[in-house]
Every structure is written in structure tokens, then in C-alpha cells.
């Protein structure tokens, strides 16, 4: 499963003054394998290239609104078996609110192709959807909260009959504080919640996780 990924990417951006700016941009990924995959007892070569073209737009639509999008149309294509081959709108957005006070929101949504290492299925399309929160209490102690829901769809590599769906989805949910005593010096508290509903055929097991844990970092 050990898997080299090159990405080369090239763009340009139009900056007006105002601090918004839009652009373009194109990406290649190369993904390859280190040991080619045994299905059926024949060697299957499991490189792959993606490319990307997508509008890269930074929009300041107030003095507390900033949205971020990055989005346009992906190909993926196979070096083997060309029914694997997939294309689509690939992009994310992301939206930040920072109204006068101590609070701060943040909401994202995205549409992804993924690598999957499996002999059954080759890549999954993510679709997920994320909201955060910062409080700022004081100069030294920062709250936040955050959720994100994400579901994967596997795309097999030839037609199945599958005993049950090849999708699964993630959950996960964290609340954390944090307390800076110093400008370089941060201590954080975290509360954080995991649950997979897991795809059985996949091999993928269903769980809940729940995660306490303490940070300290410091910065010389």
C-alpha cells in the first residue's frame, strides 16, 4: 500500500485593491506504487494522474466576511483498466465570519477524489460539510467548538454485487480551550468525538471514539 504522490501546480491571480483576488489554477497529480498489486494472480500497475483545473477566488464580501473557494473540474485516470477512470467537479468553499466582538465562525464544504489502497474498490468521492466556532473569552484563554460530517462513496473497480452499500461516513465533533499565559507559550484542552458507520464488504469496521487530551506548546 505504499503509495508516492507528485503534485505540480501553476496559477495566476488577479489582486484588485480592495484584497480580494481571483485566479486560475491547474494541478497534476502522479500517484504510483512502490509494488504492484496482485489480483487474481496477475500483477496490476496502479499508477494514476489527476488533473485539475479550478478558479481560486478570495472574496472579502464585508469587513467580517471572507469566502474561499477553490473548485472547478478533476480527471482521474488509471494506467490500468480504464473503467476506473473518473471526472467531475472537484473543489472546496470555505466561509469565515468575524463580526465586532469575541466570536468567530467558520463553515466549509467539499467535493473530493481520494486514493483508496483495496483490490476491491480504487478511489472514493468525498462529499463533506464542516462548522467551527472561536470565542475569544480573553487576551489569554480561546474556546472553540467544531463538527464536520463527511460521507465517502467507493467507486469498485469492476461491477459487484455487493451484500450491502459500499459507502461510509464520518462524524466528528471537538471542543477545546485554550490558555495562552504567554505570547509564546499555549496549553490547550481538548474534548473530541469520533463515529464511522463502516462498510462491512470494504472491510472497514464501524466505531465510536471518544479522544481526551492536553497540549502544551512552546516556541523559542
Do not use: C, M
Amino acid at each position: 500500500n505504499d503509495r508516492t504522490e507528485d503534485a505540480f501546480e501553476i496559477g495566476a491571480d488577479y489582486l484588485p485593491r480592495g484584497g480580494s483576488s481571483v485566479g486560475l489554477v491547474a494541478r497534476r497529480v502522479r500517484g504510483s506504487y512502490d509494488t504492484l498489486r496482485l489480483s487474481g494472480g496477475v500483477a496490476r500497475d496502479e499508477s494514476f494522474e489527476q488533473d485539475e483545473l479550478k478558479a481560486r477566488i478570495h472574496w472579502i464580501a464585508s469587513g467580517s466576511t471572507t469566502l474561499q473557494l477553490l473548485a472547478g473540474h478533476a480527471k482521474r485516470k488509471y494506467r490500468a483498466l480504464a473503467e476506473r477512470d473518473a471526472s467531475g467537479f472537484n473543489g472546496r468553499l470555505t466561509a469565515t465570519h468575524q463580526p465586532a466582538g469575541k466570536l468567530r465562525y467558520t463553515a466549509a464544504a467539499w467535493r473530493e477524489f481520494a486514493a483508496v489502497e483495496s483490490n476491491v474498490v480504487s478511489y472514493s468521492l468525498n462529499r463533506g460539510a464542516s462548522v467551527g466556532a472561536t470565542w475569544y473569552a480573553t487576551e489569554k484563554i480561546r474556546a472553540d467548538a467544531s463538527a464536520s460530517y463527511e460521507k465517502r462513496r467507493y467507486n469498485a473497480r469492476v461491477p459487484l454485487n455487493a451484500p450491502q452499500d459500499l459507502d461510509d461516513s464520518l462524524k466528528q465533533a471537538q471542543l477545546s480551550a485554550t490558555w495562552s499565559p504567554r505570547r509564546t507559550i499555549a496549553i490547550t484542552a481538548a474534548l473530541a468525538r469520533q463515529e464511522r458507520s463502516g462498510s462491512p464488504f470494504l472491510g472497514l469496521g464501524k466505531f465510536r471514539a471518544n479522544t481526551v487530551s492536553l497540549q502544551a506548546n512552546a516556541q523559542f
